[in-house]
């Protein structure tokens, strides 16, 4: 079980839970299609993101396996909202789990999302006790591996037409870290 002692904060980020407050900031991203191009759903529209936030704010632990918890991204200095993270308990038996995120384009290149997400594998190494945890992108996305990669995440696989995205085959990249190459960090 993950009960994060929210609000979780890092140098320049807080991360905490989903509130309805965060309806707004959230679809001011969600909303765009430079944002959604490599995700396997369109740009949404306020209802979408409403529907979207319902689940994130219901999601702010981690209970079982197959659970999402869903974390809030805010800059400590304006109070703004700029990122969503997702990390998923995939399996209890093999202690492995699935991160993902998603960032205002506005915040990109000043490594918020590293700094973010780094904490985010530390909550599932540290105290959700995980022994591997991976992150998927599509292969066009060059960002998100190259994030993975910056984090110290290993390339694992490289699957060719992998899926049909939005009408277009697409490859797939998986990265991956265990336990012990956190430590090592």
């Avoid at 509130?19 to 001011?28: G, Q, W």
């Avoid at 740009?43 to 993101?49: F, Q, V």
């Avoid at 490594?111 to 190494?125: D, I, K, N, S, V």
Wanted: charged residues 30%; neutral net charge; aromatic residues 8%.
């Amino acid at each position: 079980m993950l009960q994060p002692t929210y609000p979780v904060k890092t140098a320049r980020l807080i991360l905490r839970p989903f509130t309805k407050d965060d309806l707004s900031p959230l679809h001011a991203f969600q909303s765009r299609p430079e944002v959604t191009r490599y995700l396997h759903w369109e740009p949404r529209s306020r209802a979408d993101t409403a529907k979207a936030l319902t689940d994130k704010i219901e999601h702010s632990t981690l209970r079982e396996p197959g659970e999402s918890m869903s974390v809030a991204v805010e800059l400590i200095e304006t109070g703004e909202l700029i990122g969503d993270l997702t990390l998923r308990w995939a399996s209890a038996e093999h202690r492995s789990g699935e991160l993902s995120f998603i960032f205002h384009p506005k915040h990109y290149g000043r490594g918020y999302a590293a700094e973010a997400t780094t904490e985010l594998l530390r909550m599932g190494f540290e105290e959700l006790g995980l022994h591997r945890i991976f992150g998927r992108c599509d292969g066009r996305n060059i960002a998100s591996a190259s994030l993975m990669e910056g984090l110290g995440m290993r390339r694992e696989a490289h699957l060719r037409e992998d899926e049909l995205v939005k009408g277009e085959w697409t490859d797939k990249l998986v990265y991956a870290m265990l336990a012990a190459e956190w430590r090592r960090r």
